[in-house]
């Protein structure tokens, strides 16, 4: 069983930087595809960001694309999402998500979730 616990969530006005911190635990391995996802209310959760923790390689939406950064620090079985240019529309419970399989994709199509942590954008 892998064990997935966000935090860094918060409240922070337009234009700001938040960074979400995913701390993973479990065995026999942790899974190298980690995802980001959110959901806001009334909507269907969705793709932020991806990323394979063995090879380095990223995926994005387009509506994060440039100002959302996906990394993971392996020694620690962390993945972050720095968020800058945060706008209203960004608000939403983030989640993060491990797969399995080797390949990052963009549905929900994971298999370990963590509960989430809220992120709020004011105006």
């Known amino acids: 069983q892998v064990h997935l616990v966000e935090s860094g969530g918060g409240l922070v006005q337009t234009g700001g930087s938040l960074r979400l911190t995913c701390a993973a635990s479990?065995?026999?391995?942790?899974?190298?595809?980690m995802g980001w996802f959110r959901q806001a209310p009334g909507k269907e959760r969705e793709f932020v960001a991806g990323?394979?923790?063995?090879?380095?390689?990223?995926l994005y939406s387009d509506s994060v694309k440039g100002r959302f950064t996906v990394s993971s620090d392996n020694s620690k079985s962390a993945v972050y999402l720095q968020m800058n240019s945060l706008e209203p529309e960004d608000a939403a419970v983030y989640y993060c998500?491990?797969?399995?399989?080797?390949?990052?994709?963009?549905?929900?199509?994971?298999?370990?979730w963590g509960q989430g942590t809220q992120v709020t954008v004011s105006s």
């Open positions: 998500a491990a797969r399995k399989r080797p390949f990052i994709v963009s549905s929900v199509d994971y298999d370990y």
């Open positions: 479990g065995l026999p391995a942790i899974p190298n595809v």
């Open positions: 990323i394979n923790r063995s090879s380095g390689n990223t």
